[in-house]
Structures are given as C-alpha cells and as structure tokens.
C-alpha cells in the first residue's frame, strides 16, 4: 500500500459523492434534521469553501473542507473518513492538513459544529486531542442539544 497523500479534490468525482451520501445519511440517522449541518456536494463547491481528500493509490480513505468565514476565522466541513479506514489516522492527518492551510492563510481559529450523540464521540475525541475546546455557537449557529461547537486558536504564521 503506498503512502496517503492529501490534496485538494472535486467533491464531485463519484467515490467522494458516494462517501459524502453516507455521510449525509448517517446524519440525517443519528440527528434531527434541523441540527444536520453538513453541506451536499453543491455545498462544497462554492468559492468560499476548499475541499481535500485523503487517498492511498487512488482508494479513498476520507475527505474534509475547510470554509473560510472570514478573513481570520475558518470552518471544518465534511470531515469523514470511509469505514475500512477508520481508526488508522486519517481524520488526524486531515485534521492537520486544515490547522496548516489555516495557520497559513492567516487565520487567527478554526471552529466546527459536530454532534453530541454517542455516535460523534470519536470526532470529539480527535478535536480534542488537536487543541480544540468547546465554545459557543459562531457564525449563525444557534445552541442546539444536538450540535457541540468547539475552536481552537492557531499561531501566526
């Protein structure tokens, strides 16, 4: 198996609308629908919004976006890795990937909506071992007791 590489991608190619449709599904399961916050892939495919993929000779291991809120503030988006590869370090080097593009374009945090079911404990668990604490609802996000909001600060550059 060759090395993972990480890189900007179209959310419209087939395997990531196919993860993305899981993703989405499992959303929809596991919240009620007015706290579902993910974006479709037309969602992703605005200016504002940049979106990597994580592969290993061409298979799909996960992808993440990353949408800018402001000249100083970015937004984790459709962070999800595909089931065979979970638990391997995927999600964390994604992760990583937006702390440095992040840190790069002069944001001052990344912030993030996710769950508070059992099913988003893992998320919550990576987010935290990544420097990020909870914080209150940013950017038209309202309190939910379905949605967790968490920031974390990055250094200048």
């Known amino acids: ?11 419209a190619r087939a ?28 969602g992703l495919q605005v ?13 799909l291991l996960g992808c993440v976006a990353l949408k800018e809120l402001g000249p100083r503030h970015g937004e984790i988006k459709s962070m999800r890795t595909v089931t065979a590869a979970r638990g391997v370090g995927v999600g964390a080097a994604l992760l990583q990937q937006l702390i440095e593009v992040g840190t790069g374009r002069g944001y001052e945090r990344l912030s993030l909506e996710t769950g508070t079911q059992d099913y988003f404990a893992p998320a919550r668990r990576l987010y935290v071992r990544h ?20 920031t974390r600060s990055l250094a200048s550059p």
């Not at 198996?1 to 959310?11: A, H, T």
């Not at 914080?135 to 968490?150: I, K, N, Q, R, T």
Request: aromatic fraction near 12%.
């Open 131 to 150: 420097g990020f604490v909870a914080c209150e609802p940013f950017d038209g996000y309202v309190l939910d007791p379905s949605s967790a909001f968490f």
């Open 15 to 42: 395997d990531v609308v196919a993860l993305l449709a899981e993703h989405l599904a499992d959303m929809f399961a596991t919240s009620p629908a007015e706290s579902v916050h993910a974006l479709d892939v037309t």
């Open 47 to 59: 200016p504002a919004v940049t979106f990597w993929t994580a592969r290993t000779d061409g298979d």
């Open 1 to 11: 198996m060759g090395p993972m590489l990480i890189s900007v991608d179209d959310p």
